[in-house]
């Protein structure tokens, strides 16, 4: 059994969802101006682990 989030902290994790959303844009963006492969690769890593991120405060959000 799950309890119900507060408003603050719904309030919070829809500010973290903002944040990591940016940061995914952002992310994604740069990666096509990059040109060396190592820093292009921790970037990809950056993509994949914020977008597991944003499913997982998907699915508190969800879950209340």
């Given at each position: ?20 959303n ?8 740069m ?22 991120s ?11």
């Amino acid at each position: 059994m799950q309890k119900a989030l507060g408003v603050h902290e719904s309030l919070e994790l829809h500010e973290l969802l903002t944040f990591k959303n940016v940061c995914l844009t952002k992310s994604s963006t740069m990666m096509g101006l990059v040109n060396c492969e190592e820093l292009r690769g921790l970037m990809q890593q950056d993509v994949q682990a914020t977008k597991q991120s944003i499913q997982q405060i998907q699915n508190l959000m969800q879950g209340q």
